[in-house]
């Protein structure tokens, strides 16, 4: 077989030399990018004590309970004793504490508290009354984006009495019992007062529409930010030591394209359906591609051209020049195309060229922050011809080599990434009205896949973004 070989190679190239090209690797379907996750883009909304105060404030009268001619039994009388008081607000109300709800503070002081002592005979004595009103409001958001309170008022009667003659008085559990009955006047007052006020529609509308586009991140090489929404939520309003924070969450799909044009602009969407969670996180997970092209893969090889590669065979040494190496991309796989020129192959004389096909998967390793391609084999198109006619070929480091050179460190690389990405997230202005300030916790190698353009080194980047509406 060999001699018909150098036979046929002798008539047909006897100045040029004999080649040994297999075909090409058959053609496979374009890798997949890796899917986009969701990301939550937290739009935090704070209404202030102060406005709430005040409108609680404007709602509540001054006084706040009057009772008069109330009958009950009061020891050593010889008829039944009637008792009043006045209850009256004695300075502004305020929030004293806030969590899940509101709890008010009320300022109280009585007015003409006493207790009428047989009524016939117009014997009266004063009355030390101590009354603590604790109104609490919790808020929920409606389909209307308008928050709904619920109002509960707490009454302490702690003290309700009197001294007459010798003989102690009190009227405490009358007096609470009667609170029990009209509290309810108090809390209209505080539910119509906030009923509704507080209306974030706007807020939401705004957020929403805001984030449906593209968004430069770096000019050079040209970056965008792609934001698609596709859900929006809300926390359960609760009380902050600066006011009522209400957090929405704008779940949305967030992509990084590198091009001198801008992206086409998203379809917007109309404000979907609001959902009600316990937590919004505001975390997001974004995909930060770069790209390897080919050409700067092969000016790597160029380093190979014209290189001297020993083969050993049987205690033989076989010498061959690389003349040609290049790359291209097949589906998941990188292509390496080689050829090398041996010169003392053919009858001692001609010089036999061969070429070889090698398939190259990307892998990346996030813990060394390193791209190489592995496996990195002969195409079986290439196995089978040089088995057959060169398998001296198969005893040199010359694919070991090649595979080698490929080898990215990404450290550096993805350090400066993380730098740029974090500046320009720190203050992003989306307009007049609107900025988002991000975070950038961590930034790691996640996927390297081929494309027809060169290799695309996909970083994961996850922290935190929040959208602030002036």
Not at 36 to 51: A, D, K, L, N, R
Not at 94 to 123: H, M
Request: proline share 7%; aromatic share 8%.
């Amino acid at each position: 077989m060999k001699n018909r070989v150098l036979s046929v190679c002798s008539i047909l190239v006897i100045l040029v030399g004999c080649s040994i090209n297999p075909t090409k690797p058959q053609e496979k379907p374009p890798a997949s990018p890796p899917p986009t996750q969701i990301s939550s883009i937290e739009v935090p909304i704070t209404v202030p004590y102060s406005v709430i105060e005040a409108a609680v404030n404007t709602a509540l009268p001054q006084q706040l309970f009057w009772a008069s001619n109330q009958y009950f039994d009061c020891p050593g009388a010889i008829a039944p004793c009637t008792w009043q008081v006045g209850i009256n607000r004695n300075g502004p109300v305020t929030v004293s504490n806030a969590e899940k709800k509101l709890v008010f503070k009320v300022p109280i002081k009585t007015d003409g508290a006493r207790v009428d002592i047989n009524p016939g005979f117009k014997t009266h004595a004063d009355a030390f009354v101590d009354v603590v009103i604790i109104p609490t409001v919790t808020f929920s958001l409606n389909e209307q984006w308008k928050l709904v309170p619920t109002v509960t008022v707490q009454v302490d009667v702690r003290e309700a009495s009197a001294q007459w003659k010798n003989i102690s008085i009190t009227f405490k559990t009358k007096l609470r019992e009667l609170f029990e009955q009209r509290k309810s006047g108090i809390e209209s007052l505080i539910n119509t007062a906030l009923k509704e006020k507080f209306d974030i529609s706007g807020y939401a509308t705004t957020g929403w529409n805001s984030l449906n586009g593209n968004f430069k991140i770096n000019s050079a090489p040209a970056t965008w930010l792609t934001v698609r929404p596709t859900a929006i939520m809300a926390e359960v309003p609760k009380g902050t030591s600066e006011g009522l924070r209400v957090a929405l969450g704008i779940d949305a799909y967030l992509d990084v394209v590198a091009q001198d044009a801008t992206p086409p602009i998203p379809s917007s969407t109309p404000l979907p359906p609001l959902q009600i969670v316990d937590t919004v996180t505001g975390k997001f997970n974004l995909s930060v591609p770069s790209k390897l092209s080919f050409n700067t893969i092969n000016s790597t090889l160029d380093s190979f051209k014209g290189k001297d590669f020993v083969f050993d065979v049987g205690g033989k040494s076989i010498h061959a020049e690389i003349i040609e190496a290049d790359t291209y991309g097949n589906g998941p796989d990188l292509v390496v195309h080689t050829k090398v020129r041996a010169n003392r192959l053919v009858i001692g004389i001609f010089p036999l060229t061969v070429g070889a096909y090698v398939n190259g998967t990307p892998k990346v390793n996030p813990e060394q922050k390193t791209l190489r391609f592995d496996p990195f084999d002969y195409d079986i198109a290439t196995s089978s011809l040089l088995l057959n006619k060169a398998e001296w070929y198969f005893h040199g480091k010359l694919k070991e080599e090649l595979q080698g050179s490929l080898k990215v460190e990404y450290e550096t690389t993805l350090n400066d990434l993380k730098a740029t990405l974090s500046r320009t997230l720190e203050t992003l202005v989306i307009s007049d009205r609107v900025i988002v300030n991000g975070t950038v916790d961590t930034l790691d190698l996640n996927t390297a896949y081929v494309t027809q353009d060169g290799i695309v080194i996909a970083a994961n980047a996850s922290g935190r973004l929040v959208l602030r509406i002036k």
